[in-house]
């Protein structure tokens, strides 16, 4: 037994870690293992594949070269599946929670969820909506029938919150019952992936408005640079190798005192000149516009043809036969739910680039143009 599961044992049973939200009969076991197979479920599902249209921070990026969310959740598991292979850990329940933890990050970032709150008029939380999308949303209202540790790192990974370490909560509960992002991970795998999350856009962030000249490399703070380096690779190896020092030496996934300060010092810097930079914030009302047109115009046709979907079929624009399918599709998801609740989920799900395709549908449709 290596030094580190001396520190890193998990009191939950295993069998409730690995249990699954249905067990269907007939069900044999499979090669892959729990966790990988979770993996692997994630890596096929749609929700998956329009990442790579998402924002992380730039929106609707079309240089290759700047991340875009799915090489986000990307990064975030291969840094999340190192960490635990050092701690010994399990690096493919790792893998599967950093790979899904982003799946229900709207169009335009943070920024659509702002908007999105405002226009249903409730909270939302992206991290709560990933557990929703892998529960509920995927799969036409089946859901991916993920284990409980990987739902539970999904929905409690929240990387806007800057701890210098943490324990698990080691609890279960009703996951789908939960409101908010109070709570922490039930595994160490979990805090490994809240942790990973913070050190794969940090360094990334600074280094892609770099390159779009949004800021010069010089002007990182000489508190964050001295310590965690001038550039992406050298923020993550100093930020993992530390993470795994730290951790083996306290018994707890965090950063020693030293390069928790220069990470501080990261995160004000990028967003007081990243984040909120005028460049950036330029454009947010643009944003506003397009996704409070969408829904509205989809709320609009649901109050107008309500669920008949070959009445929305009807309607001379791609977006609303789009629609029309997808409610057909999610017919027996929607069954007992509000009608709005379908066109909610509906912009949460599009791309930035969709996004914007549907407002130029919903103005001037293609049929106009070939028509005419």
Known sequence: MSSS???FQNPLDAAVLKARRFVKAGEHSDPRGNYF????????SYPFRRLKHKTQVFYAPKNDHICTRIEHVMHVASIASTICRALDLNSDLAWAIGLGHDLGHTPFGHLGEQILAELSGQPFSHELYSLKTVDSLTGYGKGLNLTYAVRDGIVNHCGERFEQSLKPDFSVCCLENLTDRSRLPATWEG???????????????????CHLRLISAESLPPAAERVLGNNNAKMINTMVRDLIETSLKT???GFSDAVYEAVRHLVKFNYEHIYRNPKMTAYHDNFKRILTAVYGYLTDLLQKYGRDTQGLS?????LAAHFADYLEKMSAYYEDKP???????????????YAIDCVSEIMLPKSFQIKF
């Open 191 to 209: 805090v490994v992936v809240r942790f990973s999350d913070k050190i794969a856009y940090l360094g990334r962030d600074f280094e892609d408005a």
């Open 5 to 7: 599961n001396l520190f």
């Open 339 to 353: 009608e709005t609740e379908a066109a909610f989920d509906y912009v949460a799900g599009m791309t930035d680039d």
């Open 314 to 318: 009807g309607e001379p624009n791609l």
């Open 251 to 253: 018994g707890e996934i």
């Open 37 to 44: 197979r979770d993996v692997t479920a994630i890596i096929h």
